[in-house]
């Protein structure tokens, strides 16, 4: 009889030097995981009463999945197949599903049945008082909001693609959600929150479309978190009459982009508000680079446009230029906000942070290692958009871990880049059986002496 192979926990011995301080208790990987899995195990089971994997091992798996930045779910089922020993112990995983089993099983689950845990984790954060450093003018929270692409395709489609017809007469197939997360001028951590997929909706043989989704999001956030103070922050698209008045019913605060195409009346009514000096102008160095100028222009109560007159909102120009009075940037704003010149620099400066969606949170997951855009499958009803939020969630716990925990934050600092601790993780997770995150997190921040694998049958 062949004798099985059966694994102790790896001793990973640490350096002397390596401090002994704890993790914060609820705001750390490990913590943040088990909070998942509960949230988890609350989704009812669609399935028959008879199937042999637990749905909430399913969900695990698949935030495993994306948690270890796996490039594919071919990866993963390798994974399952050479080492699941960590994914028992650190996701707390019983049978793990393979490849086809986890499509199957996550097909039929509408997204918004994860909603939950995000305002799980956010909750958690704020207790923690891990976000106070996150609010902005006067105690708001910045939520800088956009759509993006994560699937395209001319080959394969779902019933819930939106399509298109290029002009050479190509069908094309593609999906896009509308994210947001909270965001700030002065930090690169962003917190995701729970986003809306831009999908043909049931039903409808109609494309779904951006400003859709986003009036389904805000809707949500306000449901969410009824008590929050925000700030919106979004593009030029979103500042017309139906959007801005949406949001005032959800008493929501608003700096939205302002385009002159798109606005000629507004511009119009500004300028010959300048003539008759209404117009407050204001030069401002900048506190951080002297060879830098902002120049601003701005009114308050200003008609949107010529359709509605009635509906008045505050306008700032903002020019960013050199010592030789060259143009670097030029922006726009329409927003709710009294603008003063004690506070017109802060209102740009969170207008400008809008950037961070785009630069902070898609460029970080297309192209940062979390792999948004391939294709992990894309189901006949909603594998691709549970994929896709899996993949999110994944990011926001990342983002809570580098906001409030310290173990984290080094193990960071000592990799240098976000895709050298993917790797050195996933390095870890491969070579030792480990009995926690924090346990590779330490290994990475502070290294490790000597790392015995003991089989106790063999050795």
Known sequence: MTKSKVYHTIAVHLPTRQPKRTVRKNLNADALIALAREEFSRIKDHRAKNSQIELTDVMMSALAMFHLKDPSLLAFEKRRQE?????HFIYGV???????QMRSALDDIAPNVLRPAFRTVFKHLQRGKALENMTFLDGHYLISGDGTGYYSSSKVSSDYC???????????????????????????????????????????????????????FWDAVREDHPHLKIIALEDGLSSNSPHIRHLQSHNIRFILGAKEGDHEHLFAHVDKAAERGEVTDLTLEDPE?????????????????????????????HWEVDKEGNVINRFAWVTDLEITTDNAMDIMRAGRSRWRIENETFNTLKNQGYNLGHNYGLGKKHLSGVFTTLMMLAFLIDQACQISCWLYQEALRNCGSKRDLWEKVRGVFH?????????????????????????????
């Open 83 to 87: 080492e699941p020993e960590n994914l």
């Open 94 to 100: 019983g049978r793990i599903p393979c490849d086809s």
């Open 162 to 216: 939106l399509k298109k017809v290029t002009r050479n007469g190509e069908t094309k197939y593609y999906l896009q959600m509308y994210a947001a997360a909270i965001v700030h001028p002065d930090r690169k951590e962003v917190v995701p929150l729970y986003p809306e997929m831009i999908t043909k909706q049931d039903g409808s043989t109609k494309n779904d479309c951006e400003r859709n989704a986003s009036g389904r």
């Open 289 to 317: 680079n002297s060879d830098i100028i902002h120049c601003f222009r701005f009114i308050n109560q200003v008609p949107l446009n010529a359709s509605n007159e009635d509906l008045l909102v505050n306008f700032m120009e």
């Open 431 to 459: 070579m030792f059986t480990v009995d926690s995150m924090e346990t590779i997190y330490r290994a990475i921040a502070f290294g490790y002496e000597k790392v015995k694998l003991v089989n106790p049958l063999t050795d």
